[in-house]
């Protein structure tokens, strides 16, 4: 079975930027949709996006888009998410996830990595 290692987390201050990475151990990953939540504070996990491996289509959700950017690297296997102008509000732990379709709710998505802390400081 696949599995999806995240990392690229940290603290960082108020409008910086992150690009977390989220590599699979298996080539054959490429079949998947790979999907991007988060989960704050006190709050339920939401999606952030996805990106559909063959194609590089993207999806994002309302709240994140123009700051966040899914992209992927086929040779090494990995998939990125580069977050930009971060507020303390972003701060959460950021998992990425691998399914058969494109999809926005936990459900459609099968495998997940552990996920890596993101802290934003004011």
């Known amino acids: 079975q696949v599995q999806l290692v995240e990392s690229g987390g940290g603290l960082v201050q108020a409008g910086g930027s992150l690009r977390l990475s989220c590599a699979a151990s298996?080539?054959?990953?490429?079949?998947?949709?790979m999907g991007w939540f988060r989960q704050g504070p006190g709050k339920e996990r939401e999606f952030v996006g996805f990106i559909r491996w063959v194609s590089g289509i993207t999806g994002y959700a309302d709240s994140v888009r123009g700051r966040f950017t899914i992209s992927r690297d086929n040779a090494k296997k990995t998939v990125y998410l580069q977050i930009n102008s971060l507020t303390p509000e972003d701060t959460a732990v950021y998992y990425c996830?691998?399914?058969?379709?494109?999809?926005?709710?936990?459900?459609?998505?099968?495998?997940w990595g552990q996920g890596t802390q993101v802290t934003v400081s004011s």
């Open positions: 298996e080539s054959t990953f490429s079949t998947y949709c």
């Open positions: 996830a691998a399914g058969g379709i494109a999809g926005i709710r936990e459900d459609q998505y099968d495998i």
